[in-house]
């Protein structure tokens, strides 16, 4: 019995976060990178439901093999949607640099001011 909740809760979950990958397309704009890590997802979901056959069935090799190979398709979509998810987050990075400048240099101007004004004759 407890097999099953946990074959069970396990698939939920990957058709969850496949679910939710795709919604990420809205925040990031990432469409291609979202999309194949979410047909990865699903291709999980996939090998778990062909796991639980195996167990049910006898014919455990066939199934196996199976298993594998979407355990390699799974791993090529997952590296091709990081490597296209990954200039998204490097933009992030620059950005949150580039931000901090500016904050340091406000700073740096509201400091001179500050001088300035404190300095200037009455």
Same mark, same amino acid.
């Given at each position: 019995m407890i097999p099953v909740v946990i074959f069970l809760l396990s698939i939920?979950?990957?058709?969850? +976060?496949? @679910?939710? +990958?795709l919604l990420l397309i809205r925040i990031t704009g990432r469409k291609s990178a979202w999309i194949l @890590?979410?047909?990865?997802?699903?291709?999980?979901?996939? #090998? #778990? @439901?062909?796991?639980?056959v195996s167990i049910l069935t006898s014919d455990k090799r066939f199934t196996y093999e199976i298993s594998e190979i979407i355990a390699l398709?799974?791993?090529?979509?997952?590296? =091709?949607?990081? =490597? #296209?998810?990954?200039s998204y987050f490097w933009a992030i990075k620059s950005a949150a640099i580039e931000r901090k400048k500016v904050e340091e240099a406000l700073q740096e101007s509201k400091t001179i001011m500050e001088a300035v004004i404190e300095n200037a004759p009455t």
């Amino acid at each position: 019995m407890i097999p099953v909740v946990i074959f069970l809760l396990s698939i939920g979950m990957q058709l969850a +976060a496949a @679910i939710y +990958a795709l919604l990420l397309i809205r925040i990031t704009g990432r469409k291609s990178a979202w999309i194949l @890590i979410s047909m990865a997802m699903v291709l999980m979901t996939s #090998r #778990r @439901i062909v796991s639980f056959v195996s167990i049910l069935t006898s014919d455990k090799r066939f199934t196996y093999e199976i298993s594998e190979i979407i355990a390699l398709i799974i791993a090529f979509l997952m590296l =091709l949607g990081v =490597l #296209r998810i990954k200039s998204y987050f490097w933009a992030i990075k620059s950005a949150a640099i580039e931000r901090k400048k500016v904050e340091e240099a406000l700073q740096e101007s509201k400091t001179i001011m500050e001088a300035v004004i404190e300095n200037a004759p009455t």
